[in-house]
Structures are given as structure tokens and as C-alpha cells.
């Protein structure tokens, strides 16, 4: 059985698996992080064993799909006590993820995707360990200091900046609203501090086009995104420009010898699974930029056909049915 842990809403990517799952009838349970609290849950310490309305993970699942399940709960709802009601939250938030790392530890031995020391990756470490596989990547420097971010960008040129961990979404109402990766020019730098929050602070890579790849297994899935020749006036951040109408996304197959590298890298910092970003530069050079251990595919998917859903769906009916031998 195929257990999949996930967000009870705004998950693009879960319920495309499950309805795939469904049409091969395959069983599978999805599990989010309120089931944990209106559902019977016992983890046994005595047996190791991790039961939620009596099914028995421990015996019955093979496989994990994790795909952002962890999150702030609110628990206490009743009168605003101020600080009193914030340290309630926080401290039940705290004995929650506690609970949960102790029921990822009993079912360590399950077939993760991603691996559970895999949920998220540091975007620096995974840039060193790409130019160790003698990949491009762009020139970064992490810092506080206003003068060492002037000298870097004299030295680079033109850069921009970025989160180390990940963009947030923010809900608000019926909207949502996200970060996204923004150019810093000298304009910008005046208005810094001399000293700052530690910030990430990269080369931009003139691109001819940025490319978007689902891995999974040793297999690429990937799109260019063509953005329109006449008007190039882009924004830095290629999400901003998904829904213009002149621009294009078209399957990709990257060279063998770029492919053969990020095998090695994904081996090397052991995911099976991830989406990658990857710039086609006006130099020709690829330039490897991240990858998101449970990023988004859809837009790629569907834009290009790949239908990864169901890919995703037979990889991980494939997976689980030889666990079962």
C-alpha cells in the first residue's frame, strides 16, 4: 500500500497522483497533518508499530510520498489572551512536530519520496555539490554586510537575490500572494542597512531560455520557456511571466553529458525525485541552479503533455508492488 502525506488543501500536485491511483484502483491512503488530530492515532512504543483508524502503517505501507505535510496548526480558537494564547499555540505546534518526528522514526524503514533527510535541501550546499559534478552554476555569496555586497556585485555584474529555503504563499482572504526572486540594483544596496538579516545574493545568468525539469529515477521531463523575442522586457523571476500570452513552453532534451551530471548529483545528495531549474545562457553554456526536492510540475505537465501525474502514479505502483515480493 501506498501511503501519501500531504497538505489537506492547495497541494497542486497530490490529488492528480490519487485520482491516477484511484483509476488503477490501486490502494493508497492519504494522510494529513489534522487527521493526526481528529483521527485515532497510537504509536506504539513497545511494538514500533504507527495505527491510525486501525489501519497499521507499519505493516501495510511499503511506500511514502511526502509532499509538504508539515505545517502550523492553530490550536487554541477561544478567547485572545494575547502572548498567553500565541505560547499556547506555539508550544502545542512544537509537542506536534515532536510527535510526528517520532512516527517518521518508526517508519524510517519504508521506502520514502523523497528520502525523510531529503524534504528540503540547502540551495548552497547543493550548488557546491553540483560544481563538484562539474556543472555551470552562477556565483553567490551569502552575507550581512552592505560593503561585501557592492564588492561582489563590482565583481559579477548583475545579480539578484533569493531565499536559501524556499518561496512562502500567503493567504489572505480569497487571495493568495508568494515571494519571488528579485534583481538588486546599486538603487536597491543604498537603501540597505550596513548591516542586515544573512541574505543570498546571486549572479544573473543572461538566459536564452530557462528550462524546467521533473526527475524521477534517472528519467527527465523537461520544458523549455520561451519568452517573447520582440518585448524583452522580462521579469528576473520566469513565474511572473507564466501566464503572458507570447510565452511558450516546449518539450526539452537536455544534452547526455548534462544529464549524466545531475544523475550523479541526485545520487550524490540521494534524491529519486526532484524538480530542477536550469538556464540555457546566450554564451550556450547550461547553467544549474537549484532543484526542489517536492517542487511543483503541473505547469510543465500540462503545457507540454507529459502527464507526470500518472508517470508518478505507475512509478510508485511499480516501487510498491516490488516491496511486496
Sequence with gaps: MILILSYKDYEQGTD??????LYYKYPFRKITIEDLLTSSLTLNSQTGEVIINNLNLTQEINVILYRRFIKEVEFYKGVD???ISKKINKESNLELKSIIDYM????????????????SVNKEQILLEAKNQKLNTPRSIVTTSRKELIEFKKHVGEIIYKPIESFGYYQIGYYTYSSYVTNITNGIIKEFSDIFFPSLF????????EIRTFY???EFYSSAILRSQKE???NVDVKLDFDKIDTDWVTYDLPNPIKRKIIKLMKRIDLITGSIDIIKSTNGKYYFLEVNPVGQYLAPSFLCNYNLPKIIAEWLIK???????
Excluded at 516501487?319 to 515480493?325: E, F, G, N, W
Design 104 to 119: 517518521f522514526f518508526l517508519l524510517k524503514d519504508k521506502y520514502w519520496v523523497p528520502n525523510i533527510s531529503s524534504f
Design 81 to 83: 489572551l494575547g502572548k
Design 232 to 234: 524583452k522586457d522580462y
Design 16 to 21: 492528480p497522483i490519487s485520482e491516477w491511483l
Design 216 to 218: 524521477i529515477d534517472g
Design 319 to 325: 516501487k510498491d508492488r516490488s516491496l511486496s515480493i
Design 202 to 209: 546571486q549572479e544573473l545568468i543572461e538566459a536564452e531560455y
